[in-house]
């Protein structure tokens, strides 16, 4: 099939820059050429993506050798298959891909491209792009490219074949003979010569076969929605209903779009000329099929040719049944009827001219930003940048069509060289690129950075050419004189074994297992952990890791835990091991960065009436004087470990504080999953299977349960945590920039929401730690309030819904509470003072992470103070999961509002499957500078390679260096 040539979107928009006619090639297509007649001609220069370099493709449904040859050439990594791709299976493997090659079969809808969270452009390796939502591909700054001829002639072949065949009716003569039954008749047997064919869509294949048909004899009609030159001579008719009156045959060369729905409906159909046939080889939805079948029984229509169907089978060997379109096996028995399984394109000449027009398109796209011939895009190309011309970088910048975007980008632009400049857009959608001259690294980074955190981008893409990797190169080696960059992480021991058990952490466990496969040399896997000679790694759960091994091995283990870190993980440590840190460094960061907190063991709600005279003195002193002069101060109550934050209270009184104890007491096994900042457990299925889960561990950890299930029955000693409710937070509406493509909040209805910011920070040795700059605000369900409550009220009256932000329970949100940080840069600030509303910044964010990383640093300092709570280990590396809540300290001597962060708490084990698939990408970047930056180096065979100088402050593989600290002896080595 083909487009009709009205399809406007080879519209003239472009004209001007280049030819947009489909035989055009693209400059660097043109420029290869010339060269290739005068070698005097300026050579095109390579260039390549900064920072997709291990670009990786999926190709499905077949798609030739060729392309994939193409891609590998490239050095791309790229995962093939002979079937189509369901939804769902889309959905679950599409967010590790850069781009996706499909025919017809593979539908890209908008849940497929919500997943996409890395894919940069979609190949149709067919005419055909009504299998892809090009509309929200558009929106979400992905073109989309099409072959729109090369399998014409194929398509065009078949159709004459077809229309011999049905006036031959000898589909119906061979199938009698393979029956074994002679049946020679020339009754309604037909020449072609002198009949009249219909082509409705005068596009590439319609209008190669009017010229085929026209050789055979017939007369040529065709019905476009467009005037069109006729070739040959063929004569456009000014209806479909005159088309449909004197043609003997009518074919279908239209593409699925709504206005082609059941075309050929029973009116066209009783329309057509007694006798005559249809042929369709487009789309199966352009023929109502069941009036076709009702045409075709009365004798109407003499017989069709189908090759299209509305539902079509993903794999060879499916069958065609009434399962898959309800009227199959009546079609089945009709005479005169053919039927073949969507081969239109399927010769060996169309699959390898669009397998190179394609791949063509797509590699033009990746590596230089053309989107000539994209079908939902904007079309724009630059010229060349040509050998000679060094340190170029090419933007890439796909933004909102909205005002005033190009005068933000021209100011970033300003100071430099802008060697040319090209921008067009398409209904909501433009890109603009432009080739920047004289740049360094600096300036790249600077480039991107700034462009990107316009408030229109959509996506911004910076390629370089190879001499700018040059100068990457250059400073790389200038920090790290001993680093091969052709093989960075040096010589790798012979093999090395791992164990990969993650038992109740599916994603963490196919994550850290890809990771490991990435490595230089590829492990060997084991199942129990054990020293066969070989080196090890034990990357998996704390329970699984055998803790011995790595105590005894220090050169030959390494191990994904420290053994001895409660100073960090446990709540009350925290609380107790920070205070001591601030005692003999009153100055640290931490001072402003940890809620005042109280910790208490409590076994009984009455013992509190002794506490309010001695530990819990001040705090009753601060509640009294808040209640007396009407402060509105709240404290919240914790248990001491983190445990899905059942127990988690708000409250504001000695009275209400009294009540949640006693409530406790009452309520023995109420089995409350509440929500919270302090949980880092997997989700779990259902109450029963927390209340199982926390009794076994209270079994073990008599200290540190859950006060609300147990409370009573344990009779022991609970450890219970108070902090001064922060009641200040920076408040922002994710909904202002909705991520599932609905409508955005208007700013009048803007709503401030309280989140907390996780942030992945990972340990390794003793000890560098490193904060992974992707971090994620995690939002409440509900919009911030200051809890409100009556007197007369329970305390568990109060909704913790506008205060809790941990997402684990609040499934039914999808991801919308889910946002990286910087995704949320441009939103406006809604805590604060109305009267100065202010947009969060990239400057902001990069405030906030500096705060991050400096309190992070602290508190490992503070847990190494604690020699017998953390004991840091050369051999040991570890992920923790941090949050971070950000309190808006409105200025009234500036105009820049004051953010201070405040760590709440720090999990093991972090539960990485809240952050949902349309971030999963963050997670296997993670776990890949996991693998490069803490486990590749121990496996080197070549020590002195491994010594790197990274500086504190420094940011590789998105991980940020926040400590470096000299441990030494305190694990016993
Ligand atoms: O080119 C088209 O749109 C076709 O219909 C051919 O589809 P296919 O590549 O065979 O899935």
Same mark, same amino acid.
């Given at each position: ?117 890395? @894919?940069?452009?979609? !190949?149709?390796?067919? /005419? %055909?792009?009504?299998?892809?939502? =090009? $509309?929200? +591909? ?58 009249? @064919?219909?082509?409705? !869509?005068?596009?590439? /294949? %319609?209008?190669?076969?009017?010229? =085929? $048909?026209? +050789? ?67 789309? %199966? ?5 069941? $009036? ?682």
């Amino acid at each position: 099939m083909s487009h009709p040539v009205s399809i406007p979107f080879k519209s003239a928009s472009a004209a001007g820059v280049v030819s947009v006619s489909p035989t055009s090639s693209t400059l660097h297509e043109r420029m290869r050429q010339n060269s290739l007649a005068s070698p005097s001609v300026r050579q095109p220069k390579a260039l390549h993506p900064i920072e997709n370099e291990n670009l990786r493709l999926l190709l499905v449904e077949n798609i030739s050798q060729g392309a994939v040859k193409a891609f590998q050439s490239q050095g791309w990594h790229v995962d093939h298959q002979a079937k189509a791709m369901s939804e769902d299976e889309l959905v679950e493997k599409i967010g590790q891909y850069h781009a996706i090659g499909i025919r017809s079969k593979t539908k890209i809808t908008e849940r497929v491209i919500k997943a996409a969270s890395k @894919l940069l452009v979609i !190949g149709c390796f067919c /005419i %055909g792009t009504n299998q892809v939502d =090009l $509309a929200t +591909a558009a929106k979400a700054g992905i073109p989309v490219f099409n072959s729109p001829f090369s399998n014409s002639r194929s398509v065009a072949e078949l159709v004459i074949s077809e229309i011999v065949a049905l006036s031959r009716q000898y589909f119906e003569r061979g199938y009698e003979m393979r029956q074994g039954l002679w049946n020679k008749q020339s009754k309604n047997c037909w020449e072609v010569r002198g009949k009249t @064919l219909g082509i409705v !869509g005068y596009g590439h /294949i %319609g209008s190669q076969l009017s010229v =085929l $048909a026209e +050789a055979f004899g017939m007369r040529v009609l065709f019905y476009d929605v467009v005037n069109l030159m006729p070739l040959g001579s063929a004569r456009q008719v000014d209806s479909l209903t005159t088309l449909l009156t004197e043609s003997d045959f009518v074919t279908l060369h239209v593409p699925e779009i709504p206005e082609t729905l059941n075309l050929i409906s029973k009116t066209q159909l009783a329309q057509m000329k007694d006798g005559s046939y249809l042929i369709n080889n487009a789309r %199966g939805r352009v023929v109502d099929i069941p $009036a076709l079948i009702e045409a075709v029984k009365s004798g109407h229509i003499a017989g069709a040719a189908l090759d299209v169907y509305p539902a079509e089978p993903g794999a060879n060997g499916s069958p065609f049944n009434d399962q898959l379109n309800a009227w199959s096996s009546e079609l089945r028995s009709l005479k005169n009827i053919i039927l073949t399984p969507h081969i239109g394109g399927s010769t060996e000449e169309a699959q390898r001219m669009i397998g190179e027009e394609v791949s063509g398109a797509l590699t033009r796209y990746l590596t230089f930003g053309s989107t000539l011939s994209a079908v939902n895009f904007p079309e724009v190309d630059l010229r060349a940048i040509a050998l000679e011309e060094a340190n170029h970088v090419r933007i890439c910048y796909v933004h909102l069509n909205q005002p005033g975007v190009l005068k933000q980008v021209n100011e970033v632009l300003s100071p430099y060289n802008v060697e040319k400049q090209y921008s067009d857009s398409k209904g909501d959608t433009a890109y603009l690129m432009a080739d920047i001259a004289d740049v360094s690294l600096q300036d790249v980074n600077r480039l991107r950075e700034l462009i990107s955190h316009t408030s229109a981008n959509i996506l911004t893409r910076l390629l370089a050419c190879t001499d700018l990797a040059a100068i990457c190169e250059i400073c790389q080696r200038r920090q790290s004189p001993r680093t091969d960059l052709k093989n960075p992480f040096g010589i790798m021991a012979e093999g090395f074994s791992a164990f990969v058990h993650w038992p109740t952490a599916p994603l963490t466990d196919s994550l850290v297992r890809k990771a490991s496969s990435a490595i230089h040399t590829t492990p060997t896997f084991l199942d129990r952990p054990t020293a066969d000679g070989k080196k090890l790694l034990q990357w998996a759960s704390y329970d699984s890791i055998d803790h011995d091994l790595t105590l005894g091995n220090q050169v030959d283990v390494l191990s994904s835990s420290y053994i001895i870190r409660k100073a960090l993980i446990r709540k009350h440590f925290l609380s107790r091991c920070i205070h001591a840190h601030l005692l003999k460094h009153p100055e640290s960061a931490l001072r402003n960065a940890v809620p005042q907190t109280w910790d208490l063991d409590i076994s009984f709600a009455d013992e509190l009436d002794d506490m309010w005279a001695d530990e819990l003195w001040d705090l009753g002193k601060d509640m009294d004087e808040s209640e007396a002069e009407g402060k509105g101060k709240w404290w919240i109550l914790k248990p001491g470990m983190a445990d899905r934050g059942n127990g988690i209270r708000l409250f504001n009184s000695k009275d209400a504080l009294q009540k949640i104890f006693e409530g406790f007491e009452e309520d023995e096994s109420d089995g409350d999953v509440g929500d919270a900042e302090d949980v880092d457990a997997a989700p779990l299925k259902d109450d029963t299977a927390v209340v199982t889960s926390q009794l076994r561990h209270f079994v073990i950890q008599v200290t540190s349960f859950l006060i609300d299930c147990f409370w009573q029955r344990a009779h022991s000693v609970a450890l219970v945590l108070m902090q001064d409710y922060i009641l200040s937070p920076l408040l922002l509406d994710p909904y202002q920039f909705p991520v599932n493509g609905g409508p955005s909040n208007k700013p009048e209805d803007l709503k401030g929401y309280k989140f907390h910011l996780r942030a992945y920070c990972v340990a390794s040795g003793a000890l560098k730690l490193y904060l992974y700059t992707r971090i994620l605000g995690l939002f409440s369900s509900e919009p911030f309030g200051v809890p409100h409550v009556a007197p007369e009220d329970e305390p568990s009256a109060i909704s913790l819904a506008p205060h809790l932000t941990n997402t684990s329970l609040q499934t039914h949100r999808g991801e919308e509470g889910v946002r990286l940080f910087d995704e949320l840069v441009g939103c406006h600030i809604l805590s604060g003072d109305e009267q100065e509303r202010l947009t969060l910044t990239a400057e902001h964010i990069a405030d906030i992470q500096n705060q991050m990383a400096d309190v992070l640093a602290e508190t490992f300092r503070a847990a190494l103070g604690t020699a017998i709570h953390f004991q840091a280990l050369p051999n040991a590396f570890e992920l923790y999961g941090i949050d971070f809540l950000v309190s808006h300290v409105p200025s009234a001597a500036s105009t820049s509002p004051k953010f201070q962060v405040k760590i709440l708490e720090v999990n093991a084990e972090p539960a990485i499957e809240l952050t949902g698939p349309r971030l999963t990408w963050i997670l296997e970047d993670l776990f890949k500078s996991i693998g490069t930056v803490c486990v590749e180096p121990f496996f080197q065979q070549d020590e002195e390679s491994a010594s790197e100088l990274w500086a504190v402050g420094e940011t590789r593989h998105y991980l940020r260096k926040c400590l470096e600290a000299e441990v030494r002896g305190a694990g016993g080595w």
